[in-house]
T-cell receptor
């Protein structure tokens, strides 16, 4: 069965520290993976998609098929990065979400 | 981004009452979805619709029903609300399955069942 796992419920770092939010997936085909961000229980906004191989707000994510992972990274965290982050897998036109990781960046 | 609009934004209702959450979009997308968000569980799919005549159950459809009144409108109903349906509900839309097509979310509807 397709599944997305985000092992950390909460990740707390200091401003300027590197950040890595983990995402692992199980999927038999070629995955299409996304990261969404949610600030203060607002709407989810697309942050990254693996197909674009882009960097948004300093965040990057690389698809590692061998490890079935799509970890989100940022070299220097900022306070405004504090939010909920969701990893998602698209299958059959639907998004399957992980449980989410709350990132807290302390001053 | 007001392209995906949900009403009401907040609602408190009593156990056993029928409640409808409405979603409308101006993006011209064919595909629409309803998700619920619970702490520690992420977002779970309730129902989805790929066009006006297409309705599909998602992961957690029990206790819910939907209606796709038009391409732009997709409503979610709780026939007899119960307290464990207290959650934040999101409507979403997508243009289709093509690579890179994004799914866009509304601002959410807070529902409290007392």
């Amino acid at each position: 069965a397709q599944r997305v796992t985000q092992p950390e419920k909460l990740l707390s770092v200091f401003k300027g520290a590197p950040v890595e939010l983990k995402c692992n997936y199980s999927y038999s085909g070629s995955p299409e993976l996304f990261w969404y961000v949610q600030y203060s229980r607002q709407r989810l906004q697309l942050l990254l998609r693996h197909i674009s191989r882009e960097s948004i707000k300093g965040f990057t994510a690389d698809l590692n098929k061998g490890e079935t992972s799509f970890h989100l990274k940022k070299p220097f965290a900022q306070e405004e990065d504090s939010a909920m982050y969701y990893c998602a897998l698209r299958k059959g036109g639907k998004l399957i979400f992980g449980q989410g990781t709350e990132l807290s960046v302390k001053p | 981004d007001a392209d995906v609009t949900q009403t009401p934004r907040n609602r408190i209702t009593k156990t056993g009452k029928r409640i409808m959450l409405e979603c409308s979009q101006t993006k011209g997308h064919d595909r629409m979805y309803w998700y619920r968000q619970d702490p520690g569980l992420g977002l779970r799919l309730i129902y989805y619709s790929f066009d006006v005549k297409d309705i599909n159950k998602g992961e957690i459809s029990d206790g819910y029903s939907v209606s796709r009144q038009a391409q732009a409108k997709f409503s979610l109903s709780l026939e007899s609300a119960i307290p464990n349906q207290t959650a934040l509900y999101f409507c979403a839309t997508s243009p289709g399955q093509g690579p890179g097509n994004t799914i866009y979310f509304g601002e959410g509807s807070w529902l409290t069942v007392v």
